[in-house]
């Protein structure tokens, strides 16, 4: 975990790489509930294993919260031990709630903010909260996240196929209609290593998964992986010059879907324009 605490910055400042993450682990594993009059409450409840991450959380809060553990019984286990965290100010509800955190139910309709922030920091939190790294029984690498939330399936892939070069197809599952995002070999390593970078804000355990990955190599009798290609900023002025994914396709030997994706995220600013000399 980082050294620095950002006090000097304003409350949820999501340019900020620890609160980027923390309001990625909230948007993602939170609760925000609306009580009577300008009561309610912001929570998150993980196993207890990992309170430090809470009691980072209570250090980057400049408002009153507590850190409280219990053991009860649930549907995966006879006896969980968890650790929560709990905010109650207006003030922090209120500036979590305008960044994206929905009061009640919100697993669908989160997205990431409408505000810059730092994309990185975020999707590691939403990661850290709701996803998995590791290696598979097989020692594989991999990265994974399950969401349900269209906006964040979406951004996880747009974001890793800029990091990896691999292109993911999303689509719900029929069992219980939620987004399973799944990267391995290659592209995990280098996902995981670009997320999880040294000093940063995480959870203990994923940060040493993510560490751990890097030592892998391709066996010499695997096929090797397939790498898509890159966009350049000279296809990217062709593709806003012609403004027409079909025509643009044909002109770069691309496929019209991926001249549609990409002139959408330029168009949308979820790659920068860059600047011809």
Known sequence: MADCEPSAHRFMDLTVPEYAYMFGFLQADGHLKQG??????????????????LRRFQKLTPYYSSVTERTRSTNFAETAHSAIWSLCSL??????????????????????????????????????????????GKGFPFVSLTTASTAIGM????????????????KRNTRDSIYNLYYTMEAAQSLAAHLYYPGCLALDRKQKAADSLSAWTRPADMRAAHTRRRWNETEDRILLKLN??????????????????????????????????
């Open 91 to 136: 003030d922090a509800r209120t500036k979590v709630n305008e960044l994206g955190l929905p009061y009640g139910r919100k697993s669908k309709t989160i997205a990431p903010p409408l505000v810059e922030f730092s994309h990185r920091d975020y999707l590691r939190g939403v990661i850290d909260a709701d996803g998995s790294v590791g290696r598979t």
């Open 155 to 170: 951004f996880l892939r747009q974001y890793a196929m800029d990091v990896t070069g691999c292109e993911r197809n999303i």
């Open 36 to 53: 009577p009059g300008r009561k309610g409450r912001l929570s998150v409840e993980i196993s207890a294993q990992d309170i430090d991450l």
């Open 244 to 277: 027409s994914p079909k025509v643009a396709a044909e002109a770069l030997g691309r496929t019209a879907q991926s001249c549609n994706l990409r002139l959408w995220r330029l168009r949308t600013g979820q790659v920068p324009m860059r600047n011809s000399r």
